[in-house]
């Protein structure tokens, strides 16, 4: 007997490589496999392509399909009706739970409480509300970008000045569960990042970036970084948290941003 345990922790909904379920649908075109062995059959493929996939291939090898509620083999008609039936259902149920996730996060989110990795010169607090950072290094160096984007009237001017200057920018690592900011040599998108995002004038704002799926080989992939509108974006809060701006500088900003485009 083979154990696939490859996939434990791994989404089933299609965006998200499944090393396991390739492997068994491999052994299974084989013809090597007489029976597929799972806690619940419908587990097994998370979305419809993939799940009757499975089953015509088991039917084509003559392989069983067995779980607790009992062993069913696909070159039946019956049986593979309710095999059928268990992919659907488990693909409702992938879909409804991901709706209900979705709906409490953007209710939160609403109320300005969802809490998502801040840029650098802000934190959360105790009682969930953003403020600014208290490291007055980080901070300083967040208002030093906005008051030579003043002076200088270019993105494009500031990236050069703090690059003569010798000065590093605080960068938040993303692949760390706690904020931790980290101090690297200026980059040009770092200063356009610091300019556009509407946080730092006080603004809660979500979801502003959008992701857009992708068939890459045969499946679905979701690609994000897509910024969207700003009439489209999620939730939009004016006055929300302490910035280091004011909304009309901020405003008056992305226009000058959009008139240099440099």
């Avoid at 991901?98 to 989110?109: L, N, P, T």
């Amino acid at each position: 007997m083979t154990v696939f345990d490859d996939d434990l922790g791994r989404s089933g909904s299609g965006s998200t490589q499944r090393p396991g379920f390739e492997r068994l649908v491999a052994m299974v075109c084989s013809g090597d496999v007489g029976a597929v062995y799972c806690i619940e059959a419908s587990r097994l493929a998370r979305n419809g392509r993939d799940w009757h996939h499975l089953i015509d291939l088991c039917a084509l090898a003559g392989a069983l399909v067995i779980d607790p509620d009992g062993a069913y083999d696909p070159r039946l008609v019956n049986d593979r009706l309710l095999l059928g039936l268990k992919g659907t259902m488990s693909e409702y149920e992938l879909s409804l739970l991901r709706q209900r996730g979705i709906a409490a996060r953007d209710s939160k989110a609403q109320r300005g409480e969802y809490r998502f990795m801040l840029p650098p010169g802000f934190c959360w607090n105790e009682l969930g509300k953003i403020e600014i950072d208290p490291d007055e290094h980080v901070a300083g160096v967040v208002r030093l970008v906005f008051t030579k984007f003043r002076e200088l009237g270019s993105a494009r001017q500031v990236f050069l000045w703090l690059r003569a200057a010798d000065i590093k920018v605080p960068v938040v690592l993303r692949n760390v569960q706690i904020y931790k900011p980290s101090w690297k040599a200026p980059a040009y998108h770092t200063v356009m990042q610091i300019l556009h995002n509407p946080l730092y004038a006080g603004a809660y704002a979500f979801g502003r970036i959008a992701q857009k799926t992708r068939i890459v080989d045969g499946r679905a992939r979701k690609v994000s970084g897509f910024k969207k509108p700003r009439e489209e974006w999620n939730v939009l809060l004016r006055d929300n948290h302490p910035g280091y701006i004011g909304w009309q500088e901020y405003e008056d900003d992305q226009r000058l941003l959009l008139k240099t485009r440099i």
